[in-house]
């Protein structure tokens, strides 16, 4: 293959486009396709060991397909990789600073422009502005002299939104960065992403296994369960039928003072849920 | 201020030849062991640390015995240690510490052996005290090209892949992602410790070289906030300590028992540790200022209205 595929035409940013994960005879994802535009926000939402980090590695390149492929839009690159790279903003699961690291929050943002290069950085007026700005941008200015390792989950979420961003991705991959935050943090990350996205045409992936913080900001949801995804809009997607097709066995889709409960119905075996029964002899999917 | 200083440096001090060697390798080991030992830390590899400095006694047992300076065999066998570390995959942090324990086992296996030979064959057990405890007064001036050219070599790799390896040692998904290739990363690393580790090891012997890796850098690590910060702080505490502990074991000359002198070692590794616990002072201050502030604050809670 001389010239590498791309997603160009309808202008998607990411095309993944029927990918199949097979690991040591087990299914981790089956067939999944969806596609995301510029400065959308995305929500990939499943319950534990629904296959979302594996979809991330897939995406990352950091896991091969057994089937299917990932395409990405943006500028041609002539090396693949170095696109894919230079495309993508990373914020990884479940991560938290040890106390001891010696990196500021604006040296980890720093690293965030050119940890991929040789040699010791040289301080520069420009590089020192970039950082400022970013900091800014995620509203970290106030701890941006603290060690990484003493700040709480959600102010370590921001430094790490920023160490993304400096390299001026156009798509951003956040794993469960709502996880080790209680609901006000959760809340401000949510909304410090969607003004990301809106502002700076950057698309957002984050992947959830709880709908409701994601619910008011979601253009697109990719819902996925045992390996299998459906995708398009929330009112699309968050169904009963739908749903159930996609469980294989009967789910209500409640909705409760603005929140949604997707609750397995009566007497359904599932091993998906993992959540606090909300009715009798129910579970709460997400 | 010569009469000051004489109680301190025993007479002779900067006269002897010995002594400046002691001096000038001792401070290039400790730049060296400083700037690899904090990354040693933050990466949680302070076991491999211990490991290629236990391992260098079979590296230098096999030295004596085939009769090259000791350095070769610290090189040689640290190196070969740390290839046998990677193929058993001390990379997966989970099997890491496994795969260190293993090597080192079968390693010291065969240094008991050697350490066995050469003892029976030449009826002198100076080497092995030389092997496990150093003897940076003994130090030939043939082996400073050597030393220099090592030390040179540990420098580079560390600073050229310094970006890389920060991010890697902080969260090696998030440099993998980045295209960082993590491994290659990984093993330039484990080889500038395995020979930062026979640095040490010329210095204050095998056994302790560990405390020359990692104790300046836990100690750095304690009191700086930026890593090329920590890098230069944690050298600077290993070359104060390096030759603070020359002074005084030069100095041990006219101590109890008379006619020797007290092992650099003991001395170095005694001002690795308490600076280690000084440096946990700062951070204790804080706290406690904190907490009697937050203390205070409630108290004062009442009669603030605003």
Redesign the interface.
């Known amino acids: 293959m001389n010239e590498a595929p791309r997603a160009a035409e309808s202008q998607e940013i990411l095309r993944v486009d029927g990918v199949c994960v097979r690991l040591s005879g087990r299914t981790i994802l089956d067939r999944v396709s969806f596609q995301i535009a510029p400065g959308e926000f995305t929500g990939l939402i499943g319950s534990n060991g629904a296959g979302k980090t594996t979809l991330f590695r897939v995406i990352l390149g950091l896991q091969a397909a057994s089937a299917g492929r990932v395409l990405f839009g943006g500028p041609a690159h002539p090396r693949e990789h170095a696109r894919r790279h230079r495309l993508i903003g990373y914020v990884p699961q479940k991560f938290l600073f040890d106390p001891d690291v010696p990196l500021r929050a604006r040296d980890l943002v720093g690293l965030g422009i050119d940890a991929h290069r040789l040699g010791v950085p040289r301080p520069s007026r420009s590089r020192r502005a970039l950082v400022e700005e970013m900091l800014h941008a995620v509203d970290a200015e106030r701890f941006a002299d603290t060690r990484v390792g003493k700040l709480s989950g959600g102010e370590q979420q921001r430094v790490l939104i920023a160490h993304a961003l400096i390299g001026r991705p156009r798509l951003l991959l956040l794993d469960e960065p709502l996880a080790n935050l209680d609901l006000g943090s959760a809340h401000e990350v949510v909304a410090l992403l969607a003004r990301i996205a809106r502002e700076q045409k950057i698309a957002v992936l984050i992947s959830a296994h709880e709908i409701n913080p994601l619910l008011p900001v979601m253009d697109r949801i990719v819902y996925l369960a045992a390996g299998r995804a459906v995708s398009g809009t929330t009112e699309e997607v968050v169904r009963p039928d739908v749903l159930s097709e996609l469980y294989g066995h009967h789910v209500d889709v409640l909705h409760v003072h603005g929140r949604v409960l997707i609750v397995a119905g009566a007497g359904e075996d599932t091993d998906l849920a993992g959540h606090e029964g909300v009715f009798p002899r129910s579970e709460v999917l997400s | 201020m010569s009469h000051f200083l004489s109680p301190v440096f025993a007479s002779g001090f900067f006269e002897s030849e010995a002594v400046h060697i002691a001096l000038a390798v001792g401070a290039l080991v400790a730049v060296v062991t400083g700037v690899v030992g ?1 990354f040693t ?2 990466r949680g590899q302070s076991f491999a640390g211990e490991a290629f400095g236990d391992l260098g006694t079979t590296g230098g047992a096999g030295a004596y015995l085939v009769g090259v300076g000791p350095l070769w065999g610290f090189v040689l066998g640290n190196v070969i240690a740390a290839g046998a570390m990677e193929a058993i995959g001390v990379q997966r942090a989970r099997g890491r510490d496994l795969a260190t324990g293993i090597v080192l086992g079968a390693g010291l296996g065969l240094a008991a052996l050697l350490l066995h030979l050469y003892t029976t064959g030449h009826s002198a057990t100076g080497a092995t005290v030389t092997i496990l405890f150093g003897s940076v007064f003994a130090i030939s001036s043939t082996t400073i090209p050597l030393i220099v050219l090592l030390g040179a070599i540990v420098l580079a790799i560390t ?6 390896l ?2 890697s040692s ?2 090696a ?8 290739p993590v491994r290659l990363v990984g093993v330039l690393y484990l080889l500038a410790l395995a020979l930062a580790a026979a640095l040490a090891a010329i210095t204050i012997g095998t056994i302790l070289s560990t405390a020359l890796i990692v104790g300046p850098a836990a100690s ?3 009191i ?7 890098l230069l702080t944690a050298a600077g505490i290993g070359v104060a300590a390096m030759w603070l502990g020359i002074v005084l074991a030069y100095d041990s000359y006219h101590w109890p028992p008379h006619g020797t002198i007290w092992p650099v070692s003991f001395f170095v590794v005694t001002l690795v540790f308490i600076t280690y616990l000084l440096s946990g002072l700062p951070e204790a201050r804080r706290r406690r200022r904190a907490d009697r502030r937050s203390s205070a604050s409630l108290v004062a809670q009442p009669t603030t209205t605003s």
Not at chain 2, 159 to 164: D, G, K, N, S
Not at chain 2, 173 to 180: D, H, K, L, V
């Open positions: 904090v830390v933050m600073l050229t892949i310094y970006r890389p920060l991010l902080v969260n998904e998030m440099a993998s992602a980045r295209g960082i750095a690590l304690r700086t906030r930026r890593p090329l910060t920590a």
